[in-house]
């Protein structure tokens, strides 16, 4: 059974600094793994979709990448800004029921201005 | 740029009456999802459905539980008699093509079990 994992369960760090989220999975035979954002008491927005075939995905100051040897993403956010504050969400998707999304506890971020 | 809908936003109900929640799905999509989430704890997938039919289910999607599309656009998740551990933000979302493809969340709708 899939497990996911997010650390740290919250960050605050300056405005300006990079920052790296991590997530890990248990069964290396996932589909794709998503990254989404989600603002307090509000829906969830994806931001980055990974296919197992690929290696990293990059949009604006965002960039995520995939081991899945190690069973880790990662989430990269270059030149971090206030509105970034927000509760980052990892999930994947498994072969054996792709529509099944398995999402991670989160990373409570914390931009400082 | 097309989104998904939830309704109600909120909804409150007596313990053991049934609750319908509404949503609209991006209108070229064809896989549908319900989700939720109990306060402090992470998204629990619930039901995936494509093609007039459930494809995927888990285990808190037990018989209470109940998903319809019962027009081209409207896409519910019905619990019939509810207790108070469903107290829950219920999201859905929709896909183009399958769960390879990016998921789109709506709002959610937040359901507080009295």
């Known amino acids: 059974k899939q497990e996911v994992t997010q650390i740290p369960a919250a960050l605050s760090v300056p405005e300006g600094e990079n920052l790296v989220l991590n997530c890990s999975f248990t069964d290396s035979a996932i589909y794709n793994l998503q990254w989404f954002r989600q603002d307090p008491g509000k829906g969830l927005t994806s931001l980055l979709l990974?296919?197992?075939?690929?290696r990293e995905q990059t949009s604006g100051r965002l960039n995520a990448s995939l081991d899945k040897s190690s069973g880790r993403s990662t989430l990269y956010i270059a030149a971090s800004q206030p509105g970034d504050s927000a509760t980052y969400l990892c999930?994947?998707?498994?072969?054996?029921?792709?529509?099944?999304?398995?999402f991670g506890s989160g990373t409570r971020l914390s931009i400082r201005p | 740029e097309p989104e998904v809908t939830q309704t109600p936003s909120h909804q409150v109900t007596q313990m053991g009456q049934e609750v319908i929640l509404r949503c609209v799905p991006i209108?070229?999509?064809?896989?549908f999802y319900w989700y939720r989430q109990i306060l402090g704890q992470k998204v629990e997938f619930l039901v995936s459905f494509y093609n007039n039919e459930i494809s995927e289910k888990s285990e808190i999607f037990d018989d209470q539980f109940s998903v319809e599309r019962p027009d081209g656009s409207n896409f519910t998740l019905k619990i019939r008699s509810t207790k108070l551990e469903d107290s829950a933000m219920y999201f859905c979302?929709?896909?183009?093509?399958?769960?390879?493809?990016?998921?789109?969340f709506g709002p959610g709708t937040r359901l507080l079990v009295l």
């Open positions: 209108s070229n999509h064809l896989y």
């Open positions: 990974i296919q197992s075939s690929q």
């Open positions: 999930a994947s998707a498994g072969y054996s029921s792709a529509s099944k999304i398995i």
């Open positions: 979302a929709s896909s183009g093509r399958g769960g390879w493809e990016t998921q789109y």
